[in-house]
Nanobody
């Protein structure tokens, strides 16, 4: 059994910053790619950032230059540093990970609200 638990969401003003964390626990031998996705009200979930096990990163165009994904393999944790936040970044943010021999898992999400 594998669990992904996100933290760090909240309310922030436009232009502000937040740092999300996601810790994986359970039957984990190793973790492949880790990702952050988000889902705004009335919209489909979208992937915003990915980091491979070797540290290679990819971002959706709308967050490039503002968001940074990183990971701590010793802690089975992935982070998302979000700067210059905009109202359109408001969404529930979900962590996703490829767990070796277990499959692909999603966390339950953390709310991020960007509003003045």
């Amino acid at each position: 059994q594998v669990q992904l638990v996100e933290s760090g969401g909240g309310l922030v003003q436009p232009g502000g910053s937040l740092r999300l964390s996601c810790a994986a626990s359970g039957s984990i031998f190793s973790i492949g790619a880790m990702r952050w996705g988000r889902q705004a009200p009335g919209k489909q979930r979208e992937l915003v950032a990915e980091i491979t096990s070797s540290g290679r990163t990819n971002y959706v165009d709308s967050v490039k230059g503002r968001f940074t994904i990183s990971r701590d393999n010793a802690k089975n944790t992935v982070y998302l540093q979000m700067n210059s936040l905009k109202p359109e970044d408001t969404a529930v943010y979900y962590c996703n990970a490829d767990i070796f021999s277990e499959g692909n898992y999603w966390g339950k999400g953390t709310q991020v609200t960007v509003s003045s």
